[in-house]
């Protein structure tokens, strides 16, 4: 038998090339029963800065999903955020 199947997988990626600044990190796997993705991506050009964020959770009692998207530059900021989630917790067991 399979003694564990959990199991996280990060992976981590920088770069700067042409005077940009980028960065990139994920986080797939599953943990205690539930599937989870995580996805962060920057970039840094001169004073302008674009920022996304996506996360994923979806276990039997709960599903969460969240979005967050962000553009800065010089006397701007613009945030675009979603937020979802549904399921159903049962402390001592359905009813």
Known sequence: GVF?????????????????????????????????????????????????NVANFNSPYLRVESTVKTVAAPFTLNIDAIFNSNGAVYLYGQQ
Not at 30 to 51: I, Y
């Open 4 to 52: 564990s199947e959990e199991e996280l997988k990060h992976t981590y990626e920088v770069k700067f090339v042409d005077m940009v600044l980028s960065a990139k990190c994920n986080t797939n796997g599953k943990l205690l029963g539930a599937h989870m993705t995580h996805t962060t991506d920057m970039e840094v050009a001169g004073l302008t800065m674009k920022f996304n």
